[in-house]
């Protein structure tokens, strides 16, 4: 039982390292490609314009990333970060679960169902 | 300043708040955006650099975390049992959002983390005295072993309903404010349920990048995450929190008390000036 618990503990670990690797990799080369297009130009940030619609919704994202916009591929990296969120109360509902520890399952199944709704909802 | 000096300068400062936000439990965020970096030094438009100050906490939890949960610091259990009251704060606070006075909530917020500042540095964890834990710690098994020099210690849970209750406050925060929660956090775990400094600390790490999660999908939407200048923050950040997790281990928890409250000592001057200057 303690070693099972120890197991996941080290997968929780395992798999917050690697998504967080992975979404790092896709900001650093999307950051360098970004940069190698527009290293030169000024930066306009004092003004909010908020972002075009393709780089609001997951679809949008995967979309620019695709074609190797550097500006696309950072924000798929960050989505990325924040989907690795929702993975990483999943697998602590698990290690309840696994232990047979009810009240703290339900309690990690809660929170992901709320973040499960704030992230996907409309609006 | 052209895109190339931008992206390098924000690398840095980026750098150091993901390193202080990992070992103090606090998150980049509160090191980045109130610290005047972003929107003074910067000049960054406070929608933009309330997006990039979430990516950061969220960056500053999950590079630190996996590090925390592996040496043993985490309490998995605490986290989870604060967060739920956490998330159902933040709820009250979308709220109450409407019939709440920004400005004051961010001076009254700020006179709270003066007051905290002070409190975190005059707590004293050798001379405390070995009282069982609250009933609500049995019940919920919360207690737990952290490690030390000298080997694995045991440790006990105080006062868990005034921690959840200032979880609740810390969720209602940062639901109104956008930012301060891991304060809050910290404290109902170090002054409230008198845990070691240390697990406060990571188990306030662990758990702000899930707050900070569940705000996510909104700035997305609303076009707050600019991927430019996001980047920068990001990789600083994410660097930053790797290496502040590796000295945790041999750093003093006093050394560590001090950092949190000259933090959140200029969070708390910054909060008041907003709230009286009408920043926010």
Redesign the interface.
Known sequence: MHRSLERI??R???T??A??LF??LL??C??ML??LH??????H????????SD???IGGVVHEAMTLS???L??L???V??A???V??AL?AW??IVQR?R??AW??L??LA??AY????K? | MNNLEFSSYLLIVSYIAGFLGALTGLGGGVVLVPAPALVLLFRVDIHYAMGASLISVIATSSGAAAAFIREGYTNLRIGMFLEAGAVLGAIVGAFVAALLNAHVIAVIFGVVLLASAYLSLRRNEAIESDRPSHPWAMRFGMEGVRPTLTGPRHYRVHNVPAGLGLMGLAGTLSGLLGIGSGAVKVLAMDYAMRLPYKVATTTSNFIIGITAAASAGVYFTRGYVDPGLTMPVMLGVLVGSLTGARVLGGTKSHSLRIVFSLVILALGIEMIYNGVAGSL
């Open positions: 503990e080290a929780i670990g395992m917050l390292t998504g967080v979404a790092g900001v650093a999307g950051g970004y940069l527009h290293a030169g130009q000024p930066v940030y004092h003004i909010f314009r908020g972002e075009p780089l609001r919704t550097g500006r696309g950072i924000q990296g960050l989505v970060l924040v690795v969120q929702l990483r109360v602590t290690l309840f520890d009240v703290y309690i990690a809660g929170i709320v973040l704030s992230l996907f909802r609006g």
